[in-house]
């Protein structure tokens, strides 16, 4: 008998990081963000370029919403690396999305802290709330809900991510109030994270 806890790494858990990205439509940076991975870039000595392959994720992501294989290849072009490498870490970071997803992404950490504090029961009715199990995204690609590990702000568990806000201290309760406020507020009806808050 094995002591280890069962883990459902279901779809609902790191989606982006459990299926293969599509190929997609061909894929090329615009001009713009030629220009800004290349001053990217810049900032790293010509042998460590491959320090800038999430930056690289990111400008691609941006411009297209998700990643693709067409978008790998393009990054990997940019990067001078191999589509390998930058597989590795598509697979690996939860923050790259090889599907489109919601204009919210809906993300609730249920690494410890935040699993003690009740995660699991803010999943549940973030859930009801959104009429969306997690790793879907609605029809109108509004709202997008998974699950991640740690979001860094383990004292203020449970903390749920949208997008790239932070709203701490959810409670189930809340759940629908955070719904209703991003459908009428957007990022306005988010916390924020509480370093940024302490500071100002
Ligand atoms: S455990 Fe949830 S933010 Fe760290």
Same mark, same amino acid.
Request: proline share 4%; glycine share 8%; hydrophobic share 40%.
């Given at each position: 008998?094995?002591? #280890?806890?069962?883990?459902?790494?279901?779809?609902?858990?790191?989606?982006?990081?459990?299926? !293969?990205?599509?190929?997609?439509?061909?894929?090329?940076?615009?001009?713009?963000? +030629?220009?800004?991975?290349? @001053?990217?870039?810049? =900032?790293?000595?010509?042998?460590? =370029?491959?320090?800038?392959?999430?930056?690289?994720?990111?400008?691609? *992501?941006? *411009?297209?919403?998700?990643?693709? =294989? $067409?978008?790998?290849?393009?990054?990997?072009?940019?990067?001078?690396?191999?589509?390998? @490498?930058?597989?590795?870490? +598509?697979?690996?970071?939860?923050?790259?999305?090889?599907?489109?997803?919601?204009? #919210?992404?809906? *993300?609730?950490?249920?690494?410890?802290?935040?699993?003690?504090?009740?995660?699991?029961?803010?999943?549940?009715?973030?859930?009801? /709330?959104?009429? !969306?199990?997690?790793?879907?995204?609605?029809?109108?690609?509004?709202?997008?809900?998974?699950?991640? @590990?740690?979001?860094?702000?383990?004292?203020? /568990?449970?903390?749920?991510? &949208?997008?790239?806000?932070? #709203?701490?201290?959810?409670?189930?309760?809340? $759940?629908?109030? !955070? &719904?209703?406020?991003?459908?009428?507020?957007?990022?306005?009806?988010?916390?924020?994270? #509480?370093?940024?808050? /302490?500071? @100002?």
């Amino acid at each position: 008998m094995s002591f #280890h806890p069962v883990m459902d790494y279901g779809a609902g858990h790191h989606q982006s990081a459990r299926e !293969l990205p599509e190929e997609g439509p061909a894929f090329s940076f615009t001009p713009a963000n +030629v220009a800004k991975l290349e @001053e990217i870039c810049s =900032r790293y000595p010509a042998e460590h =370029r491959k320090s800038a392959i999430i930056a690289a994720l990111y400008l691609a *992501q941006g *411009q297209q919403g998700y990643i693709t =294989r $067409a978008a790998m290849r393009a990054v990997a072009a940019a990067i001078r690396c191999t589509t390998a @490498e930058v597989e590795d870490i +598509v697979y690996f970071y939860t923050m790259f999305y090889t599907r489109p997803v919601g204009k #919210h992404i809906v *993300q609730v950490c249920r690494t410890l802290s935040c699993a003690l504090m009740g995660a699991e029961r803010v999943t549940e009715e973030l859930s009801k /709330a959104l009429n !969306l199990k997690p790793g879907e995204t609605d029809a109108a690609k509004e709202f997008t809900l998974i699950e991640v @590990e740690c979001l860094g702000a383990c004292d203020r /568990a449970p903390v749920v991510g &949208v997008n790239d806000e932070w #709203h701490e201290c959810q409670r189930p309760e809340d $759940a629908q109030k !955070l &719904v209703d406020g991003l459908r009428a507020r957007g990022a306005a009806s988010l916390t924020g994270c #509480h370093l940024k808050v /302490a500071g @100002e």
